[in-house]
């Protein structure tokens, strides 16, 4: 049997108080939250399908950016006259 591997809205708590009838600070929040947790990278990843070989050359392709990203924050600026 397959274990069940939870994602992570399945982590998020959506709870939000609104204080003072103030609807707008509470749509602030709830967008930030979901922002970080990331739900909507996750479902826009699960819109369609993807096979094995576009995932993995993805993968690759953001691993590279990471990567020289990384280099170009290690690098010395050169000096311009």
Do not use: C
């Not at 809205?9 to 009838?21: G, L, Q, R, W």
């Not at 707008?24 to 990843?45: C, D, F, S, V, Y």
């Amino acid at each position: 049997m397959k274990k069940y591997k939870k994602t992570i809205h399945e982590k998020f708590d959506p709870k939000i108080t609104v204080h003072n009838n103030d609807v707008t600070k509470a749509l602030r929040i709830l967008k930030k939250k979901i922002q970080n947790n990331g739900l909507l990278n996750e479902l826009r990843k699960r819109e369609s399908y993807q096979s094995k070989g576009t995932k993995e050359r993805l993968q690759k392709a953001a691993g590279r950016r990471r990567w020289l990203k990384k280099q170009s924050e290690t690098q010395i600026p050169q000096k311009r006259f």
